[in-house]
């Protein structure tokens, strides 16, 4: 299995719109909300341009999606990291995390939010990335946890 990450540009657009959907649907049936699905493709054009945005591939088929914000010098938010279900428990999130530590060279600090009632998403990122819970907060009807890794 071969995983690489390839810089979004715009004209990728759709590619994300149909990567989110797939990989945030059941969020959005579960909690009846999703930012992240059901993007217009406008509003996704846009995403890629303020949030830089990398297509995750797997064997030169896209699967996933990672995006890091600098928030401040040496800090990122990880403003999503999504992988198709079918392609879940391979490694690939966790081959994104590692990706974006080493194309971020000058990170301190990575934060990033997600349902606290989403256990395995505590589990993958306290248990196979190492991060920290910070706080726990609410986003719309959604209590979600902010996690941090500090290098």
């Given at each position: 299995?071969?995983?690489?990450?390839?810089?979004?540009?715009?004209?990728?657009?759709?590619?994300?719109?149909?990567?989110?959907?797939?990989?945030?649907?059941?969020?959005?049936?579960?909690?009846?909300?999703?930012?992240?699905y059901g993007r217009s493709l406008e509003k996704m054009q846009r995403s890629i341009l303020e949030f830089p945005k990398f297509v995750i591939l797997c064997d030169e088929t896209a699967v996933g999606c990672i995006s890091c914000k600098a928030v401040e010098s040496g800090v990122y938010e990880i403003g999503c990291l999504c992988v198709k279900p079918e392609f879940q428990a391979r490694g690939i999130g966790t081959a994104a995390v590692a990706f974006a530590k080493s194309h971020y060279e000058d990170w301190k600090k990575f934060t990033l939010i997600t349902p606290l009632d989403k256990e395995e998403n505590v589990r993958f990122y306290t248990e196979k990335c190492g991060f920290k819970i910070a706080a726990t907060e609410m986003d719309g009807n959604v209590k979600v946890v902010r996690f941090v890794l500090v290098r």
């Open positions: 299995m071969k995983i690489e990450f390839k810089e979004a540009v715009v004209a990728d657009a759709e590619l994300l719109i149909e990567i989110y959907n797939s990989a945030f649907y059941k969020d959005f049936i579960r909690y009846g909300e999703c930012p992240a």
